[in-house]
C-alpha cells in the first residue's frame, strides 16, 4: 500500500464518520466507502461527493477494505465486529473514534480473527450537534488525537493510521494505553460535559437575560447526545466516579472558604487557578 | 441636560471602567473624565483618547461631574463614595458595576447625601483579562445590563443610566431589585466562575494533550481576577452557597445514575439538558 492508495470504509455516517469521510476524500484513497442502516445519510454522502458509494449492505464494501473506521455509538461497535467477522478483507485494519477505550478493546481482541488487526483512536473533536449535516473537514484540523496500540498491533499498521490522522489535519497524535486514555478522558471530556448538562438544570424561562459569556461557555455542551454520553459514563463508570469525586472536593473546599468569609483561601485558590489555566493555554496554542 | 451633554467620570481605569470610557466618548459627552491612583493609566488613557482628562485627585472632576460610574473593586465602591461626599456635584447621579448589588446598595444609602442619587448597574460584559490593556467598547455590545433601582432613584435618572446603557450598545436592560440580582447572579456568574476554577485543579503537565473543546470551554473563565472574585463571592456568600448546593444535588444525581449504571436515566438527563440548551441559546440569540 502506497500513499494512500487502499480501500477505506466508514462504518456509520454521522457527525464524526460523515466529518472522518469528507476529510479522507482530500486524501484521495483509492475508494471511499460507507456503510449505514440510514439509506437518506448514504444518498446525501453519495450525492455531495463525501463518499465514492455507500452500502446497507456491510458484505459488499467489507471484502475490499483495507481500513475500516467505526463511527457508530460506543455500544455498537463491538456487536458491528462480532457479527461482520467472516466479511472482513484478510489482513485488514480496523480502528474506532469511541470516547472510551479499556472494556472495548478488551472484548473486542478477544474474538477478534487472528490476521485482523484493532487499532483503537480517539479524535479530540466534535461538536454539540449531531448528524450528517453537521459534518465538516475541519473539524480534526489542530485536534489532538488519541491512539491506544496494544502489543497484538502490527507496527506498520499503527504508522499507517498515525499518516491518515496527520493527514485530516490532526496536531499532535498521543499514543497511550487504553486504561490511560480512559482516566484522562474521565477528567478532561466527561467531567464538563457532566458539569455543563448540571449546570443547565438550573435554567428558567428569563435566565438568558441575566447571563454573560461565563455561562454560555460553560454550557456549551450541555447540548449533549444523550445516548453517546449514558453509554460513555456507563462504560468509563470507575474512572468518571472517582473524578466526579475530585471534583466535588475542589468545589468542596471553595465553598468552605466561602462559608468561612476566608479571602485569602479564596484568592489563593482563584490565583492557582488563573495561573495554571494561562500556562495551560498557552500549551494549547503551540 | 439634553443628549449626551453633561461631565462624566470614570472612577478606575481597569477593563470595565476602560471599556466604558471608550464606549461613552463615541456617544460625545460634554466631558469624559477619569480618575485613577495609577497615573500611568491616565496618561495611556489621555494619550489614546480614550478620555478627555484623567486625575489622580478625586476632588477636581467630582465637583463638576454629573454622571459618576464607580469601576472599582466591590468592596471599595461603598469607601470612595464616603470619603469623597462632600466633592459631589449638587445632584449628581453615581451609578456602578459590581457583579453584587444588595449590600452595597443598603451600606451607600444608609449615608448618603440626600441630593445625590445612587442606582446601581451590572453590565453582563467582562473578559477573562484584567486592565485597560484588554479594554474594548465591543464589550457592552449585544451584552445583558442590569439596574437595580429603588424607591430612592428619581425616575428621570433612572431614564438617563438606560439611555446610556442602550447608547454604548447593550441589548437587554432589565431592571430588577438588589436582592433578585444577587440571587439570580450566584447561578449564572459565580458558579460558573467556581467550576471553572474547580475545574482547573486537575489539570497535569500533559493535559492540553488530551483535550478537546469542551475543558476549553469549561476553564475559560478560570482565568480569574482573584481579589474581585473573592469579593464577589463572600458579599454574595448566601446566594452562592445555595446555589453551589443545588448544582452538588444535580451532580450527584448523575453521579448515582451512573454508579447504578441507568442508562434510561443518564439518556433522560441529558436530553433534558439538550433541549434546555437549545432553547436557551435561541433565545439568546433573539
Not at 103 to 122: A, M, P, S, V
Amino acid at each position: 500500500m502506497d500513499g494512500f492508495d487502499f480501500n477505506i470504509t466508514i462504518v456509520g455516517l454521522g457527525l464524526i464518520g460523515g466529518s472522518y469521510a469528507m476529510a479522507l476524500k482530500e486524501l484521495k484513497p483509492k475508494n471511499l466507502w460507507a456503510v449505514d442502516i440510514d439509506k437518506e445519510a448514504i444518498e446525501i454522502a453519495q450525492r455531495k461527493g463525501i463518499i465514492d458509494k455507500g452500502y446497507t449492505d456491510v458484505k459488499v464494501p467489507l471484502k475490499d477494505s483495507d481500513i475500516i473506521i467505526l463511527c457508530v455509538y460506543p455500544a455498537l461497535m463491538t456487536k458491528f465486529i462480532k457479527e461482520n467477522m467472516q466479511f472482513f478483507k484478510k489482513g485488514a485494519i480496523i480502528t474506532d473514534v469511541a470516547g472510551t477505550k479499556e472494556t472495548l478493546i478488551k472484548e473486542i481482541n478477544r474474538f477478534l480473527r487472528k490476521d485482523l488487526d484493532f487499532i483503537g483512536g480517539h479524535p479530540m473533536a466534535g461538536r454539540e450537534y449531531k448528524g450528517l449535516s453537521f459534518a465538516s473537514k475541519d473539524i480534526f484540523v489542530g485536534a489532538n488525537y488519541i491512539l491506544t496500540p496494544t502489543p497484538y498491533n502490527k507496527k506498520e499498521n499503527i504508522a499507517l493510521i498515525e499518516k491518515i490522522v496527520k493527514g485530516i489535519g490532526c496536531k499532535n497524535i498521543m499514543k497511550i494505553s487504553a486504561k490511560k486514555h480512559d482516566e484522562i478522558m474521565a477528567y478532561t471530556s466527561q467531567l464538563p460535559h457532566i458539569m455543563a448538562a448540571a449546570l443547565m438544570k438550573g435554567v428558567k424561562e428569563e435566565t438568558h437575560l441575566f447571563v454573560a459569556g461565563s455561562f454560555r461557555d460553560a454550557t456549551r455542551v450541555a447540548r449533549l447526545n444523550g445516548r453517546l454520553w449514558a453509554d460513555l459514563l456507563i462504560d468509563n463508570q470507575e474512572n468518571t466516579i472517582e473524578k466526579i469525586e475530585e471534583f466535588e472536593e475542589y468545589v468542596g473546599s471553595i465553598k468552605n472558604a466561602i462559608i468561612n468569609k476566608d479571602h485569602e483561601e479564596l484568592e489563593t485558590i482563584f490565583e492557582d487557578a488563573r495561573i495554571k489555566r494561562e500556562e495551560f493555554i498557552k500549551k494549547c496554542q503551540h
